[in-house]
């Protein structure tokens, strides 16, 4: 095999190789993003090194609690909103929480049982999934 040729073969397995790594990333969007989230809970990363977690119930309620990572001195640490999916989005409102105001995410799923998200207000994180 001549030079050239053992290039255009290292360019050729190089690029599939490129693809099968972007693949990884999957977006979730519409009946995929329910069935993902529903009845589900997700852990959140914190910067701090722990997780908050996210119970998503099936009626489209979603409760979080970040009683463990000592949010109660910061705002109430325990509240139950409401979530629906629309379009690419996941979307939630809490009473308090964010000013009661309508949060949307799109999602990834970067493995079985872990996602990264990003939020419409350009905040992005990742989290893992259970249940």
């Known amino acids: 095999m001549n030079t050239l040729n053992k290039l255009a073969a290292f360019a050729a397995l190089s690029s599939v190789v490129l693809m099968s790594g972007a693949s990884a990333q999957e977006a979730v969007e519409g009946s995929g993003l329910e069935a993902l989230i529903s009845g589900k809970r997700v852990y959140l990363s914190t910067p701090y ?18 009683t463990e990572l000592g949010l109660a001195r910061f705002f109430a640490p325990r509240e139950t909103g ?26 990834e799923k970067t493995g079985d049982t872990t996602i990264t998200w990003v939020r419409d207000d350009g905040q992005s994180g990742s989290a893992r999934i259970e249940g």
Do not use: H, M
């Open 49 to 66: 090194g722990g997780e908050f977690p996210l119970i998503y119930n099936a009626d489209g309620t979603v409760t979080g609690d970040g």
């Open 82 to 107: 409401k979530w629906w999916v629309e379009g690419a989005n996941l979307c939630q409102q809490f009473p308090t929480w964010y000013r009661g105001e309508v949060s949307c995410f799109t999602i």
